[in-house]
C-alpha cells in the first residue's frame, strides 16, 4: 500500500504538515482522518532512521506519512509531497503531487519583498516537477490586516503566481488578487508602479515587435559585477516567468543589470544564470554559455548539515513538552522570538551596544525544570568553532531572554552531527548525532527529560 512522503529541508511544522494533508483531501480526492498532528523521529535502539513519522492522520487511501529532511541543489522549495509505496530515491520527481512554499512573512515585514524572493522558487518547481501542483501556503503567526489594500508589489507578485499557478493558501481575503489575463496587461501595471528611490535602477518592461527588455539590477553596490540582489532576482524571474507562460517565446532581454562578463563566465552556478537558461533570458552585453539547462537533481537527501541534529533535537523536545522560543536552523528560514506572554518579536540585528546580536539555532524552553536552553548547531569537524560561539550569547540572553524568562536556570549547549563517535564527543553538547544514526544524549540533564528517552544512549 502506497504511504505519503513529505520532504523538506525547514524544520517540519505540525500546523504545515496538517494543512498540507487537508489540502491532499481536499484537491486529490484522497480520503483521510486528520486529527491532532505530532511529527515522531523514528528511532531504534538509540539509532535515528533519518526519518520522522506523522501521527494523528489515517487514511484508507494511504498507509502512513512520513517526513525526511533534504536539501535543494538551488532555489529548492519548502515541500515535496509524493504518494508511493516506497521511499522516493534521491532526487526522484516522478511521484511529486504538491510542492508548498510556506511563509510567515507579512507584506509590512518583509519590507514588500517577500512575493518576489519566492518567486525564483516556484519557476524552479515548474521545471522539475511539471504535473505537479503549486501552493503558496501563510501561516498565521502574525497578526494581519487583509482588509488593508495591500502595496502594489505584493499585488503584483500575487497575481503573478495566481497567472503561473500557484494556489493561495491562508489568507481569507483574496480580493485584492486576480491573475494577469495579457502580456500588455502585466507590461501596463508593472511600468505604472512607483519608481525606487534616485540612484536605484526602477524595473521597467518595453516590449517591442520581437523582444521585450526588463530592467533590473541584480548586483549591489558593493560587490558590483556579480548577482546577489535577492528582491531582484526574485522579481525579474517572476516575470519573466509569467511572461513565457502567457505565450511569449520570442526575446527576453534583461537590461541594466550591473553584472560582468567575467563574473557570468566564472560563476556558472549561479541561480540567477540557470533561471536565464530555463526560461531562455538573455543579459544585455554578456554572453551566457555553460553545458547544462539546470541541475540534474532537484534535491537530495540531507545527510551532511549540522541542522539534521538541531532539528532532531527541537523535535524530541517538542515531543516532552519542551518547546522553542527561537529557531534559525541552518539553512531554514529565520524565527521570530516568543516573549513569555506567547508575542512574536522579530529580534534585531544589533544589540544595545551596537554589535552583531548572535543568537544560537534554537532557543528552548523547559518549564517544568525551569530551564531555558541556547542550543547552537554544528558538525563535529566545527565541534571548536561552536564551544567558542556558545560563550558569545551574553546579549540574547541579557537583552531578551532574563527579561522574558527571569527565576529560570540558563545553559548554554551544542548540537552536533557527523562523524562516527560512540561517546560524547564534549560535556557541552546536549546530543550528539554520529552519521550511523547514533544518538548520545549529555546525562546530565533533567531526568525527567531523560526518562522519555530511556532507550537512547548517554554520555
Known amino acids: 500500500m502506497d504511504n505519503i512522503w513529505i520532504l523538506t529541508e525547514e524544520?517540519?511544522?505540525?500546523?504545515?504538515?496538517?494543512?498540507?494533508l487537508e489540502l491532499l483531501q481536499s484537491d486529490f480526492n484522497i480520503f483521510l482522518n486528520v486529527?491532532?498532528?505530532v511529527i515522531k523521529p523514528i528511532i531504534e535502539e538509540s539509532y535515528f532512521k533519518f526519518t520522522y513519522i506523522v501521527e494523528g492522520v489515517n487514511s484508507t487511501n494511504f498507509d502512513k506519512v512520513y517526513l525526511k529532511l533534504v536539501s535543494g541543489n538551488s532555489s529548492f522549495i519548502d515541500y515535496?509531497?509524493?504518494?508511493?509505496?516506497?521511499?522516493?530515491?534521491?532526487?526522484?520527481?516522478?511521484?511529486?503531487?504538491?510542492?508548498?512554499?510556506?511563509?510567515?512573512?507579512?507584506?509590512?515585514?518583509?519590507?514588500?519583498t517577500g512575493v518576489s524572493q519566492r518567486a525564483t522558487k516556484f519557476i524552479y518547481a515548474k521545471k522539475y516537477c511539471p504535473d505537479a501542483k503549486l501552493y503558496m501556503l501563510y501561516n498565521d503567526e502574525l497578526e494581519n490586516d487583509e482588509d488593508k489594500r495591500p502595496s502594489d508589489?505584493?499585488?503584483?507578485?500575487?497575481?503573478?503566481?495566481?497567472?503561473?499557478?500557484?494556489?493561495?493558501?491562508?489568507?481569507?481575503?483574496?480580493t485584492w488578487f486576480n491573475p494577469f489575463s495579457s502580456i500588455d496587461e502585466v507590461i501596463a501595471f508593472k511600468n505604472e508602479m512607483r519608481d525606487p528611490p534616485d540612484g536605484n535602477v526602477p524595473i521597467k518592461i518595453t516590449k517591442n515587435d520581437n523582444v521585450i527588455y526588463i530592467s533590473g539590477?541584480?548586483?549591489?553596490?558593493?560587490?558590483?559585477?556579480?548577482?546577489?540582489?535577492?528582491?531582484?532576482?526574485?522579481?525579474?524571474?517572476?516575470?519573466?516567468?509569467?511572461?513565457?507562460?502567457?505565450?511569449?517565446?520570442q526575446r527576453i532581454v534583461i537590461t541594466r543589470h550591473g553584472t560582468t562578463q567575467q563574473y557570468v563566465s566564472r560563476n556558472k552556478t549561479n541561480k540567477f544564470l540557470y533561471v536565464c537558461k530555463l526560461l531562455n533570458l538573455e543579459m544585455d552585453g554578456l554572453t551566457i554559455t555553460y553545458p547544462d539547462a539546470y541541475r540534474e537533481k532537484y534535491w537530495h537527501y540531507e545527510k551532511s548539515s549540522e541542522k539534521v541534529a538541531s532539528i532532531l533535537l527541537h523535535i524530541m523536545c517538542s515531543n516532552v513538552g519542551i518547546r522553542y522560543i527561537y529557531e534559525n536552523h541552518a539553512g531554514c528560514e529565520r524565527g521570530y522570538f516568543k516573549n513569555a506572554n506567547g508575542d512574536l518579536i522579530t529580534l534585531p540585528k544589533k544589540d544595545t551596544h551596537g554589535e552583531n546580536l548572535?543568537?544560537?539555532?534554537?532557543?528552548?524552553?523547559?518549564?517544568?525544570?525551569?530551564?531555558?536552553?541556547?542550543?547552537?548547531?554544528?558538525?563535529?569537524?566545527?565541534?571548536?568553532?561552536?564551544?567558542?560561539?556558545?560563550?558569545?550569547?551574553?546579549?540574547?540572553?541579557?537583552?531578551y531572554i532574563r527579561v522574558e524568562y527571569p527565576n529560570f536556570n540558563y545553559y548554554r549547549y551544542l548540537s552536533i552531527f557527523g562523524g562516527y563517535c560512540t561517546f560524547l564527543p564534549d560535556r557541552k553538547i546536549m546530543l550528539y548525532l554520529?552519521?550511523?544514526?547514533?544518538?548520545?544524549?549529555?546525562?546530565?540533564?533533567?531526568?525527567?527529560?531523560?526518562?522519555?528517552?530511556?532507550?537512547?544512549?548517554?554520555?
Open 11 to 20: 524544520r517540519p511544522k505540525e500546523s504545515v504538515v496538517k494543512t498540507i
Open 35 to 37: 486529527g491532532d498532528v
Open 80 to 112: 515535496l509531497v509524493c504518494k508511493q509505496e516506497h521511499e522516493p530515491d534521491d532526487g526522484d520527481c516522478s511521484n511529486i503531487l504538491m510542492a508548498v512554499e510556506e511563509t510567515k512573512t507579512s507584506d509590512k515585514e518583509s519590507r514588500n
Open 153 to 174: 508589489t505584493n499585488i503584483f507578485g500575487t497575481n503573478i503566481l495566481l497567472t503561473l499557478g500557484v494556489k493561495i493558501v491562508g489568507k481569507s481575503n483574496l
Open 217 to 249: 539590477r541584480l548586483s549591489k553596490p558593493k560587490e558590483a559585477g556579480n548577482i546577489c540582489h535577492d528582491p531582484n532576482i526574485g522579481t525579474l524571474s517572476m516575470i519573466s516567468g509569467v511572461l513565457r507562460a502567457l505565450g511569449w517565446t
Open 358 to 399: 548572535l543568537i544560537p539555532d534554537v532557543i528552548l524552553s523547559d518549564t517544568t525544570n525551569r530551564n531555558i536552553y541556547l542550543i547552537e548547531g554544528k558538525k563535529l569537524t566545527t565541534l571548536q568553532v561552536g564551544l567558542a560561539e556558545i560563550e558569545d550569547y551574553d546579549s540574547i540572553e541579557d537583552e
Open 434 to 459: 554520529n552519521s550511523d544514526g547514533l544518538i548520545i544524549l549529555n546525562r546530565n540533564l533533567p531526568q525527567t527529560f531523560l526518562n522519555h528517552f530511556i532507550r537512547i544512549r548517554k554520555g
